[in-house]
């Protein structure tokens, strides 16, 4: 078994299983923090997926990608933090 | 032709200079608008003898060549005619109004409309290019508009100016439907040159067509039944006004029209059966109804409208006899009905008054214009020997050799014409008899110009009469033959003792019978009120009150308010226009092995996919389902990824975060979640929803299915590098390929944020909103 | 893939058609937003999928060889993503201002422009 | 220089509108630049014109991309007569928005929107491709929507929200039909599509996909049911925003019908018959409604929708003669529909509301105005030989040619509620006596105005007028440019040649 | 022999982010999960990071991937903080077995202000509601 | 100026590091580009001396790590058992790291260790709160922390 | 929002993602990357550092309003784009290219400054947006 294969047949399931395992939480809930730890996590785990991706399909430039998700991945968690607390403020 | 395009326009270019002038130059010099009726009069008059002699003149201008409209105008005999009538009316009703509306503060602004109306007359009976006469027939409706509602601060004569435009407006549209139909099947709006094509006006397809819309105009413009019922309200116009326009000349129009296409319709039975039943009823109804009135406006103008019914069933009969009557009876009536109408003008004027039960004796201060009134009232009795007696004579003539049936033509003829005569009586005689009434008062003398300009047109009356062949050489002889290809008849006063002589007797003795025996009165006229539920006024009033309230229901019920419905709509629409094709045209490609070769990876992505959806939909809060999109984008990036896309993953994942940031800051300030939407409405929603996402896709599958060559891709391929210096084609395609659109997308970026910032930041002050 | 895909853009369709039918104004630029998703699977899907194969022309080639994902629809979405963010941007803050003047969001309650008065 | 003049109808606008944007906080100077840059526009519009009329349709391959590989930029006698009204209108409105647009507004990019609006509007115009024409289309929307809501009233707010939903719906439905004709084609060149859709072997697809956009393009344009936006939204903004909107939004829909059932997807039968009932449906629920309105800008409002109709019904009857009516209404349309707006302003400003059973004794107080106002509003009717009547000669004939008297008998009914409409609002307004209500505290009213102030309301409408007036007596000249326009249409090899530097033009 | 250790490196991160990814649906309140997720998920991305570093081999994506660890060593705890922390003021329930509270009654709800405990005592803690 | 002089140096290595290319010309770009972007964001702060003592980074960065692979195992041991063996709380931590850089770098440092998470720190920067996993006893919980990161951290930026 | 550890942390992505942005709008033109997402980031730098330090803290260091960005960006877009006319006489948008390579960008041409003006559209765009929300309450 060559890595590529590794990669796809082996990794990538697993890191799919994991999304999907994330999501379910996502769904659970069962309060909003929930949800967004789990988007949190879910797009972490995307980076890692582009990464594979990236070796299965031999394109580095993927890897750009990954970039972008780390870098402004935990704005979106800011801002429903700073949701909860203003709107706490308000009622 | 300059001059005489320049006389057409005269009128409009003199109502500016009257506009021009001001109130308070004018009302200094009133009579200077009577230069235009009178030199315009001179002007027509001396074509008169060359146009007796046979003569026709044609003017023309290009004006848009390119649909064949152009400034053609002829005039010819009956057009002479016309425009006689019009100017010489024109030139009295110019000079009474000076007096009989003298002081009156819009005095301007009457002649202003009077002057415009007169040119568009001319226009109208001298165009030979069916459009241009178009044109000029609107001018007069809207002038009428403009005079009727006159009297603007007074909302009945308001209201009968909006009944007028409608019922001729109608008629105008039909108009030109009718030109342009005819112009289309013969290939010329020139009026003249359509006759070179009878079988067109006979017997074509289209022929039908153009008879409803040429009878539509006529109809209306000249108050046929059921249409008529907009004159008696025009009556509300200062009394010049009905003079002028809604009994000499404007009226007239619709005659003119059908007189003028007679030659086309010559081999077309349809055309004269309508005109000969249409006019019957017509001059029945309203001589009938002159019995009930009680104003002597009311009276004459029922008595027009029987005059109208007279010419069209005149024309209707078809024969050289009855055009020529016809045409002698626009003359008559043009002189006695002016008359008429100006004498109960100046009793208006000096008594207050034109209650027919309140007035009578007025001959003691009235002299002058006693003898006026009885002038037209015999000219309209067919007395002789005012030339109402030629006119008919006539008449009877035409209906004993009508083809059709000559008893009843000529009983309905008699019958009508004892009724003109008793009103004849009643407007020109009785007010002026018997014992002046107690409350009218003191009655001051009228200025001169009140009681002699209806004396001119008594005097014409009687000068025709005396004097016939001047009508002959003038109109018929020429006319008759224009209009039928046959010699006119002889015009006389005496024919010697025959059933004509007869009849006229019998009508006259009848007239002044009813004259004597039959009072009219306010109770009368009350006692009809309960009738009038089913006239065609109340009809069509109660028919535009219908619709007027359709309306509103349709426009209630489809314009509601509610945005929901709005959005509906429009997507019940899409949803059919995909079930249709979908349903019509089916085209399934689905195949087994595609879903066996899914991989593990995609089956994750697509459950989360359509989880996250589901989710968004249903969640019971905002932020969680603003929370779901972002799961949704975060799928969207993923397949993005995996179907060799990175710049659209990357932008996608930057743009789903900035807009979950906006959300965010934006939805803490709203309340708690929303109401829900009732279950029949979330089921009716879903339902459309589904099918609509169901066809959708089928016809997605479809379009997949197509092989498109796809050079512009290729292209891109091949020179994204070697031409265009980039290795990532897609952001060469964003900035070079197809640079603009990023461009203007960036434009649509700086707006909106134009438009965020001033929506958020602009407050105005009270006053400036 | 490309059929699953195809009924795919067909539920983001129904679902943002779904939930612009909502009272809540929202929930409309939520669906908004979903249809707006699904336009772009759309137009992706309308270039023909191709795994793996971004349009890069690799750094030692001057040319895409072979096969690869078809660029224009790429650059479509992307147009139409940014366009879409715009609107988007300014629909949520009509959303505010939309409560502040009107105190709710429920679209229901707006239905004076269209009054006979 | 000059074979670039294609695009300087939109280079104009953007650079205008960019300047502006630097001088944000300067109403003053913002207002002498907007009037500057559309007066550069008109000479460019009418130099172009001048272009296209002797030498035929122009066309510049942007990026110098030979097509169908760039974006085409292609003027041809319907774009570029469309620009050069436009940027009278533009022009008129500039003005207008002196005096007319506080300055608090202005210092909110008031000025640097309604260019970008026109950029909109003249890209939509010049585009000869597919996926372009839609990017124009959303800086169209944008830009008014963002007019629309500048200054948000409550009412103002409410319309801004339906104007906003159905038409970013209606976006979506166009860029949904875009994306298939690229799937099925492979291609976004107008021209080029116009020889590829044809040849199609799935022509049930071909169909579905025109009508796809033709509910697109039919909620832009206002027709039956899809016109809801319309009347909620058009009487809520500033007169000379609405004045904007009415006189050329709902044109660029009709606009890239005409182009579209043209050039990609020409009419079939089926689809005739489709556009024809709506276009019946459109004239009598526009005319309905704007017989049961009660105020001014609510009846203006439906009679754009009413008039709608004559020009889809022109586009419906398919021959040359309707579509040169259709474009001789849209070209009167636009100069109207434009002044019926601002006069809408004047007479808010007179009476302080827009309510007709408030108005009245124009005529008597302000008779020369009244005279002025009636040239719009009797043109609006066609009362011959005012330039709503010309149009309709073209439009009653392609009627009968194409043996469609149903059609007539809508045409005529349309005129007809018109007319009375119009003769509704003299009684209303002009004839009636003043109504004698409260004045308005704190509300600037027409007499109360300084000479510039008036001169700012009144001089943009005389100008306006001026143009109908010259259609009105010299119709000739617009029928022979219309007469062009539906030879280009109905023939569309030029067009591709034009796109394609196929070089045998050949002249009508 | 490189591939054997990028497997192995890449085989670890995942099982990381596996672990991860069912703490997170196990553990029992928000911070639990919190606590499990940030750092094991942190960790497997790294990883696998550092695998693909060492299977291109090339400085331009090594400096690339420890940019984007740099990155998430930054981020992450910064998630973590923030939605923590507004977790714990909106009032997130801590696990029924939790043995010790002692930022309760901290957080002044009004104005967001938080006490140590060790401030010189000036102000009563207002009354949470 | 110095802590300026030195973070454009930092920013320019990363930017060489970014785009991956060592010469002279990319160094030099890198270094403008960074002096332009501080330049931009200058700090008006007086900031302590920023990452000067590399070694002790080196060798804070191993501890890290283990302690990093150490604590997840642990918790990963107990997320895959059934029973849970945790007993978790909020530790009140009396801070001795004063500046801004130092409370931050100790708490991203606490909570990228897993079984850990800190929660915020109190507005007089006295205490920081730690929800922790595995809180067997508190000061055992605090010391550990004391002699562990918040030493090593205090040692590298003091 | 009053955190300690956010705002420091702040302080330290921001000249990070501001140089990262330059970045990715600089190699677009090869790899994927380009002014849109490149502003995007840009954006994000200062949306961060206003949520931890709020807004006037932003404002101050940024000096400029961020809708001045807004012309500054579309001039440079559109004079790119009209260069070609005033300096070749091809059409509009029409790419024009230095000979040589430039050390760093590799070739520059009119698409990049193209590029360039997209990058301040976008941040101004955005900064705009989020700072006038935010400050409106
Ligand atoms: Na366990
Ligand atoms: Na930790």
């Known amino acids: 078994m060559n890595i590529e294969d590794f990669l796809s047949y082996i990794i990538l399931p697993i890191l799919s299983t994991s999304t999907l395992l994330v999501f379910i939480r996502f769904l659970m809930g069962p309060s909003l923090p929930d949800r967004v730890v789990a988007l949190d996590l879910l797009i972490t785990i995307g980076i890692s997926i582009i990464a594979v991706y990236s070796m299965v399909s031999n394109r580095p430039s993927f890897l750009d990608i990954a970039m972008i998700f780390a870098l402004i991945a935990f704005l979106s968690t800011v801002a429903f933090s700073y949701y909860l607390e203003k709107r706490k403020r308000n009622e | 032709m300059t001059v005489f395009l320049f006389v057409i326009l005269a009128s409009f270019l003199f109502s500016l200079l009257l506009f021009g002038m001001g109130q308070k130059v004018f009302k200094r010099m009133t009579w200077f608008a009577s230069l235009l009726p009178i030199s315009l009069f001179l002007y027509f008059s001396s074509f008169a003898k060359p146009i007796m002699n046979g003569e026709v003149f044609n003017f023309f201008t290009a004006w848009v060549p390119s649909m064949s409209i152009n400034l053609d105008f002829r005039l010819d005999n009956l057009a002479l005619l016309f425009t006689l009538l019009i100017t010489g009316v024109g030139s009295i009703v110019f000079l009474y109004t000076t007096q009989y509306m003298k002081g009156h503060p819009k005095l301007m602004r009457f002649y202003v409309f009077l002057s415009i109306f007169m040119g568009a007359m001319l226009g109208l009976v001298t165009s030979n290019n069916i459009i241009t006469l178009f044109i000029f027939w609107e001018l007069t409706s809207i002038s009428s508009f403009f005079l009727i509602g006159f009297n603007n601060t007074e909302s009945s004569s308001r209201k009968s100016a909006i009944i007028a435009l409608s019922i001729t407006g109608l008629g105008g549209l039909a108009l030109l439907a009718f030109g342009v139909l005819a112009g289309q099947l013969t290939g010329t709006y020139s009026i003249a040159e359509m006759l070179q094509s009878p079988e067109i006006f006979a017997n074509h397809e289209y022929t039908v067509y153009l008879l409803i819309f040429i009878f539509l105009a006529a109809f209306t413009k000249s108050a046929q039944f059921p249409f008529h019922f907009w004159l008696p309200g025009a009556m509300k116009a200062p009394t010049p006004v009905s003079t002028y326009l809604h009994s000499a000349t404007m009226v007239k129009a619709g005659i003119y029209l059908l007189l003028r296409f007679t030659p086309h319709f010559q081999n077309n039975s349809y055309f004269f059966t309508t005109l000969l039943i249409v006019g019957a009823i017509t001059m029945l109804y309203a001589a009938f109804q002159t019995l009930f009135k009680t104003d002597l406006k009311g009276i004459l103008a029922y008595s027009t409208i029987g005059a109208l019914g007279i010419m069209v069933f005149l024309i209707g009969i078809g024969t050289s006899a009855s055009i020529t009557a016809a045409i002698v009876f626009i003359v008559v009536h043009a002189l006695y009905k002016a008359s008429l109408f100006l004498v109960t003008g100046t009793i208006d004027h000096q008594a207050g008054t034109r209650d027919i039960t309140k007035l009578g004796g007025l001959r003691k201060v009235l002299m002058p214009l006693s003898i006026a009134g009885l002038i037209a009232a015999f000219s309209s009795g067919g007395f002789p020997p005012t030339v109402g007696f030629i006119g008919k004579d006539l008449i009877y003539e035409a209906t004993l050799n009508g083809g059709l049936n000559p008893t009843v033509l000529t009983t309905m003829a008699v019958l009508t014409n004892i009724l003109m005569v008793f009103a004849g009586l009643l407007v020109g005689v009785k007010p002026f008899t018997g014992k002046q009434p107690v409350e009218l008062g003191r009655i001051k003398k009228p200025h001169f110009l009140l009681w002699f300009m209806p004396m001119i047109l008594a005097a014409l009356s009687l000068l025709f009469g005396l004097f016939p062949a001047m009508v002959e050489s003038l109109f018929t002889h020429n006319i008759t033959p224009l209009l039928t290809g046959e010699a006119s008849p002889h015009l006389a006063i005496w024919h010697g003792f025959n059933l004509i002589i007869l009849l006229s007797a019998i009508t006259i003795a009848g007239g002044i019978a009813l004259y004597f025996l039959w009072k009219p009165s306010h109770k009368k006229e009350s006692s009809m009120i309960k009738f009038n539920v089913w006239s065609p006024k109340s009809l069509a009033l109660k028919f535009a009150d219908l619709f007027q309230r359709l309306s509103y229901f349709l426009t209630r ?156 891709t290729e292209y891109y391929a091949e020179n994204a590098y070697i031409l265009a210096k980039g290795k990532n084609v897609v952001n060469v395609i964003l900035v070079d390929f197809r640079g603009f659109d990023t461009m203007i997308e960036i434009s649509v970026l700086a707006i909106s944020a134009i438009g965020v910032f001033a929506l958020l930041k602009l407050h105005l002050k009270k006053h400036e909103k | 893939m490309e059929i699953l895909l195809a009924i795919m853009t067909g539920i983001l369709y129904a679902a943002g058609i779904y939930l612009i039918l909502r009272r809540s104004l929202v929930k409309l630029i939520i669906g908004i937003v979903i249809l707006g998703n699904g336009v772009n699977l759309l137009i992706f899907l309308m270039g023909g999928l191709v795994k793996g194969r971004p349009p890069l022309i690799p750094e030692d080639g001057n040319a895409l060889e072979g096969i690869y994902a078809d660029p224009v629809p790429q650059a479509l979405i992307l147009t139409a993503i940014v366009i879409s963010f715009g609107l988007q941007s300014f629909a949520i803050v009509l959303i505010k201002r939309a409560y502040k003047v009107l105190k709710t969001d429920d679209i229901d309650t707006m239905n004076k422009t269209d009054d006979i008065t | 220089m000059s074979e670039h003049l294609v695009i300087y109808p939109i280079i104009v606008h953007m650079l205008t509108a960019i300047l502006l944007l630097f001088f944000w906080m300067n109403p ?481 | 022999m490189n591939d054997i250790i990028i497997m192995i490196i890449v085989s670890l991160g995942t099982l990381f982010i596996l672990l991860a990814a069912i703490g997170l649906v ?104 | 100026m110095r802590v300026q002089f030195l973070l454009n140096i930092l920013l320019a290595i990363v930017w060489v590091f970014l785009t991956g290319t060592i010469n002279a010309t990319n160094v030099a770009f890198g270094f403008i580009l960074s002096f332009l972007v501080l330049w931009l964001i200058s700090f008006n702060e007086r900031s302590r001396k920023y990452f000067i003592i590399a070694p002790r980074i080196i060798s804070f960065a191993f501890y890290f790590l283990y302690e990093l692979i150490k604590a997840n195992l642990q918790v990963a041991a107990d997320v895959v058992t059934p029973k849970f063996y945790m007993e978790p709380g909020i530790i009140k931590y009396p801070l001795d790291a004063k500046t801004d850089l130092e409370i931050t770098l100790l708490a991203n440092v606490i909570t990228l260790t897993p079984g850990t998470l800190s929660l915020d720190v109190s507005d007089d920067r006295k205490v920081l709160y730690i929800h922790a996993m595995y809180v067997h006893d508190r000061e055992e919980f605090i010391d550990s922390i004391k002699n562990g990161f918040e030493k090593r951290i205090l040692k590298i930026l003091r | 929002m009053k955190s300690l550890i956010l705002k420091t942390v702040s302080k330290t992505l921001l000249p990070l993602l501001i140089l990262f942005s330059v970045f990715v709008l600089l190699r677009g033109h090869y790899l994927p990357g380009g002014g849109f997402v490149g502003g995007l980031i840009a954006a994000v730098a200062f949306i961060l550092h206003a949520f931890a330090n709020g807004l006037p803290e932003t404002k101050k260091l940024l000096r400029i309003h961020p809708g001045f960005l807004i012309p500054i960006g579309l001039t440079i877009a559109i004079l790119s784009a009209l260069a070609p006319i005033i300096l070749t006489g091809d059409p509009l948008m029409t790419g024009l290219w230095q000979e040589q390579d430039v050390p760093v960008l590799g070739k520059i041409g009119s698409a990049l400054f193209f590029d360039m003006g997209v990058y301040f559209v976008v941040v101004g765009v955005c900064l705009t947006i989020i700072f006038t929300i935010s400050e409106s309450v």
């Open chain 4, 28 to 508: 003053k100077i913002q207002r002498y630049i907007s009037i500057l840059g559309s007066a550069v526009g008109i000479i460019i519009g009418i130099l172009l014109f001048k272009e296209v009329w002797t030498d035929g349709i122009q066309s510049v391959q942007l990026g110098n991309w030979q097509a169908p590989f760039g974006i085409t930029m292609i003027a041809d006698t319907l774009a570029v007569s469309l620009i050069v009204l436009t940027n009278i209108v533009a022009f008129a409105l500039s003005i207008a928005s002196t005096k007319n647009m506080v300055s608090t507004r202005v210092k909110f990019g008031y000025h640097a929107i309604f260019h970008f609006l026109i950029m909109g509007l003249s890209g939509a115009f010049i585009t000869g491709d597919l996926f372009s024409l839609y990017v124009w289309f959303e800086v169209i929307i944008i830009s008014s929507f963002v007019l629309l809501t500048i200054g948000g009233r409550k009412i103002q707010i409410e319309g801004a929200v339906k104007y906003f939903t159905l038409n970013m719906i209606s976006s979506i439905i166009f860029l949904t039909g875009i994306a298939m004709v690229y799937g099925a084609t492979g291609s976004l060149n107008m021209a080029e599509l116009s020889r590829i859709i044809p040849e199609m072997e799935n022509q049930g697809l071909v169909q579905t996909i025109s009508l796809v956009f033709f509910i697109g393009f039919g909620v832009k344009s206002g027709v039956f049911p899809l016109y809801f936006w319309l009347p909620a939204s058009y009487h809520t903004p500033p007169s000379v925003v609405s004045a904007l909107f009415a006189g050329l939004l709902t044109k660029v829909g009709i606009y890239a019908m005409l182009r579209v059932f043209t050039l990609i997807f020409p009419l079939g039968e089926m689809n005739q018959m489709i556009l024809m009932v709506i276009a019946g449906l459109t004239m009598f629920f526009g005319g309905i409604g704007a017989l049961v309105q009660k105020d001014i800008l609510r009846v203006f409002s439906y009679l754009i929708i009413c008039h709608i109709g004559f020009m889809v019904g022109g586009l419906s009857l398919f021959t040359e003669v309707a579509l040169v009516g259709a474009v001789m209404y849209m070209f009167h349309d636009i100069i109207v529909k434009a002044t019926l707006f601002m006069m809408g302003g004047v007479m808010y400003r007179i009476f302080g509301t827009t309510k007709m059973e408030n108005m009245g004794g124009l005529m008597d107080n302000y008779p020369k105005l009244s005279l002025l106002f009636a040239i719009p509003l009797f043109a609006l009717v066609g009362i011959p030989p005012l330039s709503g009547f010309w149009p309709k000669i073209s439009l009653f004939s392609a009627s009968y040619t194409a043996g469609e008297i149903a059609m007539l008998v809508m045409f005529i009914f349309a005129s007809l509620i018109t007319l009375i409409i119009v003769a509704k609002i003299w009684n209303k307004a002009f004839s009636k006596n003043e109504n004698r209500i409260e004045r308005r505290a704190s509300f600037k009213y027409f007499k109360d105005f300084s000479f510039s102030e008036k001169a700012a309301y009144i001089v943009p409408i005389v100008l306006l007028v001026g143009v109908t007036l010259y259609y009105s007596f010299f119709a000739e000249h617009f029928q022979l440019v219309a007469e062009r326009i539906g030879y280009e249409l109905m023939n569309t090899e030029e067009y591709y040649n034009a796109v394609f530097g196929i070089k045998e033009v050949t002249k009508l």
């Open chain 5, 26 to 129: 196990r553990m029992p309140d928000l911070y639990l999960r919190m606590s499990v997720t940030t750092k094991a998920a942190t960790l497997g991305v790294g990883l696998i990071l550092i695998g693909l570093a060492l299977y291109y081999m090339e400085t331009s994506i090594t400096t690339r991937v420890i940019a984007i660890i740099v990155f998430l060593l930054l981020t992450a705890p910064i998630s973590a903080h923030v939605i923590g922390r507004a977790s714990y003021f909106v009032g997130v329930p801590l696990w029924k077995k939790t043995k010790i509270d002692e930022l309760e009654g901290m957080y002044n709800t009004k104005t967001h202000d938080l006490m140590s405990g060790l401030e010189d005592e000036e102000e009563e803690v207002e009354a949470e509601d």
């Open chain 2, 557 to 712: 019920t489809f314009q509601n308010g509610y945005l929901r419905r709005y959005v509906l709509i429009i997507l019940v629409l899409l949803t059919l226009v995909f079930g249709v094709h979908v349903f019509v045209n089916p085209r399934i490609f689905l195949s087994v092995k595609e879903i066996k070769e899914l991989n593990w990876n995609e089956i994750v992505i697509l459950a989360m996919m359509l989880v996250s959806v589901i989710f968004t939909v249903f969640t019971k809060s905002r932020l969680s389902a603003i929370a779901g999109m972002g799961v949704l984008g975060y799928t969207m990036c993923l397949i993005f990824v995996f179907y060799g896309a990175p710049d659209l993953a990357m932008t996608q994942f930057s743009i789903d975060t900035l807009t979950v940031i906006l959300f965010v800051l934006v939805l803490y300030r709203l309340p708690k979640y929303l109401k829900l939407s009732n279950r029949t409405n979330r089921v009716r929603d879903g339902i459309i929803a589904t099918s609509f996402g169901t066809f959708l896709a089928f016809t997605i599958i479809e379009i997949m299915n197509e092989t498109p060559i796809k050079s512009t």
